[in-house]
């Protein structure tokens, strides 16, 4: 399809293992987001991409999270010595360009046991 | 503060009925647009409706409307003649356009619908 794409669409991982996420946004789409999502909140925000571009990383809740979109397309989202409050939906979003509506992926969902 | 609330976490509508969705928002940014978004149990998050802050007119997609009152900082969504597919968490959420330097979005916490038989 042409829509967003995250995998895996599970993950479950021990305590202090490394995750990687992975999002294939729209093809063309300049922006990309990732967000997270707790059980029963909303999402929040964690990074934006423009391009290979890191433009804000403020939403990242620590120095374990890392992100990365090296040419400008796929995006992987990764966390180093998880800990079992890193259990969550994490959602990518992509938008054509700046202030065009997003549109998300189906998300991953961690579980950190 | 928090910049956008939902005041309603669940409800229970009758099929068929229209079904109003409470959120107000927060913000000083004069320029901004806010968001629906409908998440069913499947987990995906789907784009429903867009107001930005200087539209003149009430948002409309098919069954879905959005009642802008900025004075009262209010964008409540409106779904007419709800179905059973309607039953889902909805978020409402806001961009803000000077304010911040990309374009993340703050969502509310949510409302779960139910859609009665």
New interface residues.
């Given amino acids: 399809g042409a829509g967003v794409s995250q995998s895996p669409r599970y993950k479950v991982a021990k305590r202090g293992q490394d995750v990687a996420l992975r999002c294939d946004p729209i093809s063309g789409h300049v ?1 990309l ?1 990732w ?1 997270q999502q707790a059980l ?6 964690l990074t ?1 991409f ?1 391009n290979e571009a890191q ?2 990383k403020s ?1 990242l809740p620590s120095d374990r999270f890392f992100a990365e979109r090296p040419e400008g397309s796929v995006s992987t989202l990764k966390i180093q010595r998880t800990q079992q409050e890193d259990s969550a ?1 994490y ?1 990518c ?1 992509s ?1 054509l360009r ?2 065009e ?7 991953t ?1 961690l579980s950190i046991l | 503060a928090q910049k956008i609330t939902q005041t309603q976490p669940g409800m229970f509508v009758q099929e068929k009925e229209a079904v109003t969705l409470d959120c107000t928002y927060d913000t000083s940014d004069p320029s901004y647009g806010l968001f629906w978004y409908k998440q069913p149990s499947s987990g995906e998050m789907i784009f429903l409706i867009y107001q930005g802050s200087y539209d003149q007119q009430n948002a409309t997609e098919g069954r879905y409307s959005l009642n802008f009152q900025k004075a009262r900082k209010s964008a409540n969504l409106v779904i007419s003649a709800s179905q059973l597919g309607d039953s889902a968490m909805y978020f409402c959420a806001m961009r803000e356009a000077f304010m911040n330097r990309d374009d993340k979005i703050i969502f509310g916490k949510g409302t779960r619908l139910h859609i009665l038989p």
């Fill in positions: 922006s987001f967000y029963g909140q909303g999402p929040e925000f934006y423009q433009l804000d939403g939906v959602l979003a938008s700046h202030l509506p997003q549109h998300f992926g189906d998300g969902r």
